[in-house]
């Protein structure tokens, strides 16, 4: 279990690394430069070269990287975003646990639902029941989470005033609790096509864990139903579920920039969104290198779990 | 031959590519498909045509009766997209002068089948006009994708050793980005035109093709075939590109497809947040958008045609590549 949590940790540092290079060139490769972008395009060479030479941008390309990720680790700057007057972390500031709330949210109730959905088709195998849900599942795989979520706003909202639009913009992510009425329908909306796989993935790893020798086995020691479904089978189709999770996680958190954008809910979605309407290029970098290791972290967080739950793991070498 | 995730989720979901490796790391799964390749030889190295692969797989097609439909549905979109404005001609960039035909936000009527937008441009024919940019950005970026992709997957795969690491952890990195949050920054940086975000979209589309063409060709380059033209002296690019790629037809078309389906779902989003094909030029998603901003006044009209145009293509599109790999696994059981 060390050696595959070492290389798991060692591939994310990889995965991080890559990401500041990426966040890093692409703010080297603006057309026209960086001091253009900022000071306008009227600015004059000397304000170019003056711009340049307080930012460090005179420097050969390595050392400016390394001061870039000095800066990263050893002071948490993300570059500054003169459309907001301040840094970037600042103009992240809330905006981060905003998006988790909405992402662990969303992932707890898509899991809470999609296991038992997928045992039960597993029960219920080729009955209508199973059907019903393999056609629910592929309607909502198949529905863009922007069509979707206006949908709901459309009907649950405007018609018939259920939930409101949007949860209120000063609410806090602890709002999540005190006030859970204005996030149901962004949650649903990001749970939906989460719920939709997930469920699916479960119940063919449900089939697969069924037809395994240690099924027959414990058939044969007399194991009743119920112990074969739960003992056996649903602990051995959950375990490749968290590895699901981990994979699933990049996409999960780019439905959220949606469902964000749809209802309106300030996070960093919302965030990324506004600033590249602004053109404020530090601001959609940092924002995208922030949720990037955030998400590494999730699934990092996954596999860690995945290896304490699987024996095979937990007690092998590798 | 199997698939990687042969074992895997339900076939429906794209779940092709997405590649769920065994758990213990990428390392295994590829070991594991050299290890279940079988080591027939197709006939005769080079004279594999490229015919021969997609007919065989055409002739299993198009005993899907969901997957014709969907092929039907694909030709219809395109001829209306296409052809449509030539038969309903119809004001989609004038914004002046539409207003003094029509006024906007008008109900489905005479003279308006489907009512008209908040500018007062014909719905139907503005569903047309955008669903030009949707599927040309959509098919374009899916092509420039599959290529380039392709091209880095059988790279990475012939050479492998020190290579591939690199390759591939760049790929591990670029997947690790929520595409949005990248998609959204290459936008900000590099302004939006409509071959910017076919390049764009296609930036980061590619990684996926990469992976499966990657894992082909690991298990191509031990064939005897391929060792027969590296006795003969052929050259590396020779091998890659008369020998791997030919042999891995079959999976680049069954990942296209379901790309294309992708690239427009990712146009539409970005169209949705207000950063798809800048005026006058529209696409669905930017259209969807503007529907909702006036969802609030009960104007249906502007948000459920455009919705189900986008639901129908891309669910076709998903039906038409499970189809295809459908018929692609049933040619090669049978070889």
Not at chain 1, 74 to 83: E, V
Not at chain 1, 303 to 318: H, M, Q, T
Not at chain 2, 222 to 244: D, F, K, L, P, T
Not at chain 2, 271 to 287: H, I, N
Request: charged share 15%.
């Amino acid at each position: 279990m060390t050696r595959f949590l070492v290389r798991r940790f060692a591939q994310a540092l990889i995965v991080i690394v890559g990401v500041i290079l990426i966040t890093f060139f692409l703010a080297r490769l603006i057309p026209g430069g960086e001091a253009k972008a900022v000071l306008g395009a009227k600015s004059t060479t000397a304000g170019i070269n003056r711009f340049n030479r307080l930012n460090g941008l005179d420097q050969p390309l390595y050392v400016q990287f390394w001061q870039y990720i000095e800066g990263i680790f050893a002071h948490l700057n993300l570059g500054y975003s003169y459309k907001y007057n301040q840094g970037v972390r600042q103009v992240i500031g809330e905006r981060l646990p905003k998006t988790l709330t909405l992402v662990g949210a969303s992932v707890l109730i898509a899991l809470v639902i999609a296991i038992p959905l997928g045992i039960l088709q597993v029960v219920r195998r080729n009955k209508p029941i199973d059907y019903v849900v393999t056609g629910g599942s592929f309607f909502f795989y198949a529905m863009p989470d922007f069509l979707f979520g206006t949908l709901l706003i459309i009907w649950f909202a405007f018609d018939l005033h259920w939930f409101p639009v949007s949860p209120p913009s000063d609410a806090s992510a602890w709002a999540v609790f005190t006030d859970p009425r204005a996030f149901v329908l962004p949650v649903v909306t990001l749970a939906a096509t989460t719920i939709a796989s997930f469920s699916r993935y479960m119940r063919s790893s449900m089939m697969d864990a069924m037809a395994e020798d240690y099924i027959r086995t414990a058939r044969a020691k007399g194991a009743g139903n119920h112990r074969v479904l739960y003992g056996h089978a649903l602990r051995n189709a959950l375990i490749p579920l968290l590895t699901l999770l981990g994979l699933s996680l990049p996409a999960i958190v780019s439905g959220a920039l949606i469902v964000e954008t749809v209802f309106n809910y300030p996070g960093m979605g919302l965030l990324t969104v506004q600033s590249a309407f602004n053109d404020d290029i530090p601001t959609v970098l940092g924002t995208t290198l922030v949720i990037t290791v955030a998400t590494v972290i999730g699934s990092l967080l996954a596999d860690i779990l995945y290896a304490v739950a699987d024996p095979r793991i937990r007690l092998g070498g590798e | 031959m199997t698939e990687p995730d042969g074992e895997g989720p339900d076939p429906v979901f794209n779940d092709y590519e997405r590649e769920v490796p065994l758990p213990i790391g990428d390392g295994e799964t590829i070991s594991e498909r050299e290890f279940l390749g079988e080591d027939t030889v197709p006939e005769g190295g080079e004279s594999t045509s490229t015919g021969g692969i997609l007919r065989q797989m055409g002739r299993v097609f198009v005993e899907n009766k969901l997957a014709v439909v969907s092929v039907g549905v694909i030709v219809f979109m395109v001829l209306f997209c296409f052809v449509g404005p030539h038969l309903y001609t119809t004001n989609q960039t004038n914004s002046q002068l539409v207003l003094q035909d029509s006024s906007a936000n008008l109900p489905p009527g005479h003279g308006n089948p489907l009512g008209t937008d908040g500018n007062g441009f014909d719905m139907l024919g503005r569903l047309m006009f955008g669903g030009q940019a949707s599927l040309i950005v959509g098919f374009a970026s899916a092509l420039v994708a599959t290529v380039f992709g392709t091209l880095y997957g059988a790279i990475s795969g012939f050479f492998g050793n020190w290579l591939d690491s690199i390759l591939m952890r760049v790929v591990d990195v670029f997947l690790s980005i929520p595409v949005l949050f990248l998609l959204i920054a290459l936008v900000t940086i590099y302004h939006q035109s409509e071959v910017l975000l076919i390049v764009v979209i296609a930036f980061v589309s590619w990684l996926i093709p990469a992976r499966l063409i990657r894992g082909e060709t690991l298990s191509l380059r031990n064939r005897e075939y391929v060792q027969a033209v590296r006795v003969m002296g052929g050259s590396r690019s020779r091998i890659i590109g008369r020998h791997i790629i030919p042999n891995s037809i079959g999976t680049i078309v069954v990942f296209a497809t379901f790309q294309v389906a992708d690239s427009i779902l990712l146009l539409a989003a970005l169209g949705f947040v207000g950063l798809g094909v800048p005026a006058p030029q529209t696409d669905w998603g930017t259209m969807l958008s503007n529907g909702v901003d006036a969802a609030g006044n009960g104007y249906w009209w502007q948000i459920y045609p455009t919705g189900i145009c986008i639901v129908l293509v891309v669910v076709a599109f998903n039906y038409v590549g499970d189809a295809l790999r459908d018929s692609l696994e049933v040619r090669l059981q049978q070889r």
